[in-house]
Structures are given as C-alpha cells and as structure tokens.
Nanobody, 126 residues
Framework: QVQLVESGGGLVQTGGSLRLSCTAS????????MGWFRQAPGKEREFVAA????????YYADSVRGRFTISRDNAKSTMYLQMNSLKPEDTAVYYC???????????????????WGKGTLVTVSS
C-alpha cells in the first residue's frame, strides 16, 4: 500500500504557472510508477502525465505536452507537476497516482494506476 497526498493547487490566471506536489508514504517510493490524472467539471477523468522509477521514462497527454513537466525526487518520496502556460481548459481536480505493475510510462495513457490521492483543485481564470 502507498498513501498519496497532493498539494499546490489553487487559482491562477491564464498564462500563469503552478507546481503541484505529491508526497507518498508506505512502501519504497522508487519502486512505483507515478502519474497525474485530472477530472474537469462534467467531464471524464483523463491522463495527464506519468513517470517511471528514476525519471528516465516520462509520457504526457497531447494536451499538456510542452507546457507541463513531471518529475520526481525519490529521496524525498515526492513527485511534482510543473504547469506552465495554463489555460482555462486545464481547470480540473488533479490526482496523484501510483502503480507497482512496472509498465512503461506510455502504458498509463489508457490504463489507471492502482493508488490514488484525494486530489487538488486547479482553477485557471480567463
């Protein structure tokens, strides 16, 4: 089991930046694939980004590639999502996720991870 807690959400204007953090507790952090998913009001949940083990394998949704950067610090058991050039359509609850199955980052574009945080709200005003 792993417990995940997100932080860093808030209100930002279009074009602004935010950095989300996710701190994990439980089993060895570095053994887990980590990711971010989001759910906008009235929409289905969608994949945002994933990162594997030591950060040498990452994958992004087309909608955020080039604007968002996922990273992890295994020594701190923490994952980050740096979000730049934010748009109103990025408004959503962002969920930190973890998975121990050992697949590549691109696998999670179409598959959920096993463990989920409670989410943090990001609101981008126009």
């Amino acid at each position: 089991q792993v417990q995940l807690v997100e932080s860093g959400g808030g209100l930002v204007q279009t074009g602004g930046s935010l950095r989300l953090s996710c701190t994990a507790s439980g089993r060895t952090f570095s053994s887990y694939a980590m990711g971010w998913f989001r759910q906008a009001p009235g929409k289905e949940r969608e994949f945002v980004a994933a990162i594997i083990y030591h950060g040498d394998n990452t994958y992004y949704a087309d909608s955020v590639r080039g604007r968002f950067t996922i990273s992890r610090d295994n020594a701190k058991s923490t994952m980050y999502l740096q979000m730049n050039s934010l748009k109103p359509e990025d408004t959503a609850v962002y969920y930190c996720t973890a998975d121990g199955k050992g697949y590549s980052a691109s696998y999670y574009r179409f598959h959920d991870m096993d463990f989920w945080g409670k989410g943090t709200l990001v609101t981008v005003s126009s």
